[in-house]
């Protein structure tokens, strides 16, 4: 079997799939374009976000049996298309769950605790303890929207703090030792601290927007390591600014380029949403890592390897 390679990932992926007979062709340069003229040739796809395999891709992968996705969402891929074409699609959502869990922690203490400010105003030889205090998140009430591998990993990793753990999903009865699944309505009117951690879809596209923020009987802290467009930003912003919501830990943001490789492109004028989270202190930014450990690097490669060698070994 012939699998093409169109994003670069860890060497054990290549190793592996070698070493059970599989020929691998990487192109990590040439454009879409050129691309589809030759995927008729090959049975796989390795993919993280390069560019968008639509239905036009597709229909030219006349031999495609499977695409890899070394990630967790397949919002990149025609998943219907693939589905009707009988084509396997596999994504990675347990490779890189606990580098999410962590780094969404990382940053609520860090946004509770003013930590970005205060080492900012430490380097420029400022010494402000009150205006620094912090909160505790003892205590608090957490609320995960999206209880899937990364939902599930931040709980995980809440436990300790003695705080209060509640989850909603569109899934029954996910439950568990690590948080207590509620309505939506319920965890609007208790929660302290927001974390998103959902795919993006038509539902959850523009999710949290003016009216779903006015909703929470709260401020709260807000997180999102899921996926940026779930957001709009300048409502984000009219709440920080209202101090609706306390503070705002970013890892992805509505303006990135669907590769995930970019922000802006040169040239490009920054929104004024986006240039009021880079100056506010309110706002902690990160460029999509949630997931991007050395560590996650080898679960992805090794998970996406796993999952091809178990339907397709040779």
């Not at 006349?62 to 998943?79: H, M, S, W, Y």
Request: negative net charge.
């Amino acid at each position: 079997m012939k699998i093409l390679h169109i994003d670069s990932n860890h060497p054990l992926m290549l190793e592996t799939l070698s070493e059970q007979g599989f020929e691998n062709v990487e192109n990590y340069s040439d454009s879409k374009s050129v691309i589809a003229e030759e995927i008729h040739n090959y049975d796989g796809i390795i993919i993280r976000s390069r560019f968008q395999l639509d239905r036009e891709f597709l229909e030219k992968a006349k031999k495609l049996k499977f695409i890899g996705r070394v990630g967790a969402g397949l919002e990149n891929i025609d998943v219907e298309y693939a589905q009707q074409q009988s084509i396997k699609l596999y994504n990675a959502p347990e490779g890189n769950r606990n580098a999410v869990g962590e780094h969404a922690l990382g940053m609520l203490l860090n946004l509770m605790n003013n930590m970005q400010k205060a080492h900012q105003e430490v380097c420029n030889g400022l010494w402000k303890r009150e205006e620094n205090r912090g909160f505790e998140l003892e205590g608090k009430t957490v609320g995960i929207i999206g209880y899937g591998n990364m939902g599930k990993a931040f709980a995980k990793k809440l436990q300790g703090f003695d705080c209060r753990v509640l989850c909603y999903d569109l899934k029954q009865n996910i439950g568990d030792e690590f948080a207590e699944q509620v309505d939506l309505k319920t965890l609007q009117n208790e929660i302290d601290v927001l974390s998103l951690h959902t795919p993006l879809t038509s539902e959850t596209k523009n999710m949290v927007n003016a009216n779903f923020i006015s909703e929470f009987k709260k401020p709260f802290w807000f997180i999102n390591t899921a996926r940026g467009q779930s957001v709009v930003t300048e409502d984000l912003v009219e709440a920080l600014q209202a101090n609706k919501i306390c503070g705002a830990a970013l890892d992805v943001l509505e303006f990135e380029k669907t590769s995930f490789e970019n922000l802006f492109s040169e040239g490009e004028q920054m929104p004024e949403a986006m240039e009021f989270l880079t100056k506010s202190n309110k706002v902690l930014l990160s460029p999509h890592i949630a997931g991007w450990t050395f560590e996650s690097e080898v679960k992805l490669a090794q998970t996406i390897t796993d999952k091809i060698l178990k339907d397709f070994a040779l």
